[in-house]
């Protein structure tokens, strides 16, 4: 005759899957038609479970815990039983499951934080690459000579070279456009010049020619960063340019 008091041992390992052979297919029979140790085997899985991920889960389940801890100190037929009458050996499986379910935890819990990382990183990506374009085809209008380059004037009056520069002393980036330029005479070029904020000589910024329309532009000419500028000015130079700015200038910055 088996009574559900015998089983008492082997549920805590029944539930840990640590409970094999014999006692397994006992255990199993006696299952089928005893529903109060049905809900001790749930109710030892739930603590299983709860403790699990109270060792690495987010945000501890303390009731369970306590339920568990708990059981283990006054439940005579829970997992003291098995701990006192067990002699260690018995238990390596259990506590093997034990690693063995809180390392799967922490796997799946380092998927998580790797998906969302590259999840991450595949939107900076796509930011990246729509920034790219826009200034790919911003960078082509500039430059493409067929392109149509149009200066507006006050009406009724004759265009007149006119320049534009646009600077950031921080980084040093310039780009300069100019319209109306009149063409050069063989063997000179036009050269900017970036005038510094402090009374210091002007610095080289470019040498340039115009289109036959007349447009020109400098692109990211090579400057040191950090140097303010009071304004910037176009002067008729040698080709090779020259070190300091040749009178009259052409344009210069109000
Ligand atoms: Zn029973």
């Known amino acids: 005759m088996t009574t559900h008091e015998q089983f008492a041992d082997d549920l805590a390992l029944y539930a840990l899957g640590s409970l094999e052979g014999e006692a397994a297919a006992a255990l199993d029979a006696h299952l089928e038609e005893c529903a109060a140790c049905r809900q001790e085997l749930a109710r030892l899985e739930g603590d299983m479970a709860l403790l699990a991920l109270t060792v690495s889960g987010p945000a501890p389940p303390q009731r369970g815990r306590q339920r568990l801890l708990k059981g283990i100190g006054h439940e005579p037929r829970s997992l003291r039983t098995v701990f006192i009458r067990r002699r260690w050996w018995t238990l390596a499986p259990v506590f093997a499951s034990f690693v063995l379910a809180i390392f799967a935890i922490l796997l799946w819990r380092e998927n998580v934080r790797q998906r969302d990382r590259i999840e991450g ?76 904020m402090h009374g210091e000589k002007p610095r080289p910024a470019g040498m340039f020619r115009p289109d036959p329309s007349g447009n020109a532009m400098v692109m990211m000419p090579p400057m040191s960063p950090g140097v303010e500028a009071k304004t910037f000015a176009v002067s008729i130079e040698p080709e090779g340019g020259s070190p300091t700015p040749t009178m009259p200038l052409v344009l210069v910055g109000s």
Do not use: C
């Open 121 to 196: 990183l595949r939107a900076d990506a796509a930011q990246n690459q729509t920034t790219l374009e826009e200034a790919k085809h911003l960078l082509a209008l500039l430059t493409d000579p067929s392109a149509q380059h149009i200066t507006l004037a006050a009406a009724q009056s004759k265009p007149q070279p006119a320049g534009k520069a646009i600077y950031m002393a921080g980084n040093g980036a310039l780009v300069f456009m100019a319209s109306n330029l009149a063409p050069l005479a063989p063997q000179k070029t036009y050269e900017l010049w970036l005038v510094p």
